[in-house]
């Protein structure tokens, strides 16, 4: 008999496949409550239900956290940043990171298997995009901190969906992890302390602005004109970077959250005083901020972090225009933090 995966499924999609067993729709409550709140990753940590329910639970479905396996686990010196590389059942894996941060924990989550997007200064789309994560295996990443979290008193308090893949090409499964954790009997995070990066996927953005959402956009820019960006991001052929930006400050104009602009700096290719001139222009009086990235440097690219003067002679460009500003704090430097790189190494090694 084939089991079905219960973690990532919704409070009515819960009652629905629990029926068949004769459980009733507060015994699905329950159950929801161990998954999502105290992050139960197996039915025997379910100790108000019958050690018969819990059997039948067990012989009908399964719990992704449970069957996570760690297939790689980099943590920085400083132990404030601890990235893993988790192995689905099919063995396909992603990467996931966990930072502790002077306001709580945060952790940033994969929403695809690769990405197929070709960014140019992007380890994740070295071998191609091979699948969409489901609700499940994106909200399991989380689960996975969580779960350690829970045992120290601690929570994750923010997540930033902002590892590998392109959130707005799986957006319906990332909406519901979301909305599943926002969820009153979930861990209550607000949809402010979300985040939802993309390369810009115009529709995407306009999905969320039709479903009214309040979650914090992130825009991947890079560059701030069209040849540049297509070079670094080819998607800008399809979605050119200004149509992109004036979707985004619709976003922010209806949900009345600023966008995050996000900008590597790369040396000597975006980070001369001109691009920042070219970025105030298309940013000015926008309800935005731009975050200001060191680039990690990617072997197999050649690119090369940019030089200290460079990256502050840019930031004061942008202050000097009026433009919110910040520079990203370095974390996990030393663990390979490029998103993708410790899985394009596992499969080398393969
Ligand atoms: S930066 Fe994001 S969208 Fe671009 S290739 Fe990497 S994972 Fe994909």
Redesign the pocket.
Known sequence: MTQQELFGTTLEEMQQALLPLGFKKFRAEQIFRWLYEKAASSFAEMTNLSKEQRTQLENNFTILPGQLKVVREQRSTDGLTTKVLLGFPDGNCVETVLMQHDYGYSVCVSSQVG?N???SF?A??LQGMVRNLTCGEILAQIYYFQHSLAEQGARVSRVVVMG???PMLNLEAVLQALQLLHADHGLGISYRNMTIST?GIIPGIATLIERGTKINLAI?LHAPNDELRTEL?PINKKYNYADVVEMAERYAQTSGRQVMYEYILIDKLNDSEEMARQLVTLLRRKLAVVNLIPANPVPEKGYRRPRPEAVNNFFQVLKKANINVTVRREMGKDIDAA??QLRAKSLQEK
């Open positions: 990405c997007m070709n960014c992007c994740s789309g590998s893949g392109e390369c991947s991001m998103c993708g």
